[in-house]
C-alpha cells in the first residue's frame, strides 16, 4: 500500500535530521494517512479511503464527499477516488 492520500495526493518528502553537533542524516517526512469511510450522500453508501488528516478537513469544509470530489482535478485522485466520482457523476445526472 502506497503512502499516498487518494484525495490529495500528498507523498513523502525526503529531507535531514539535524543532530545538535549539526550532523546531517537523511530522513523521510510520511503524510499522516487515516482510513476513513466517508458517506457520499448521491450514492447512499459509505466510501472507505486513506486520506490525510488535512484531506479530511479540506472535505468537511467544502460540505462533503460529493462536492470535494465535484471540485478535485482528475490526475490528482487515486484510481479508487476516480472510480468513486464517476460513479457519483452519473447518479447525480439520472437523479437531476
Request: charged fraction near 30%; include cysteine.
Amino acid at each position: 500500500m502506497s503512502r499516498r492520500c487518494e484525495l490529495t495526493g500528498k507523498g513523502p518528502l525526503s529531507g535531514y535530521h539535524s543532530s545538535h553537533a549539526n550532523n546531517k542524516t537523511k530522513r523521510r517526512y510520511l503524510p499522516n494517512l487515516q482510513d476513513v469511510t466517508l458517506q457520499s450522500e448521491a450514492l447512499g453508501r459509505g466510501i472507505k479511503l486513506r486520506i490525510t488528516s488535512a484531506a479530511l478537513r479540506s472535505v468537511d469544509h467544502r460540505g462533503g464527499l460529493d462536492a470535494f470530489l465535484a471540485k478535485a482535478k482528475d490526475d490528482e485522485l487515486s484510481p479508487n477516488a476516480l472510480k468513486v466520482k464517476k460513479e457519483i457523476a452519473r447518479a447525480q445526472a439520472a437523479n437531476a
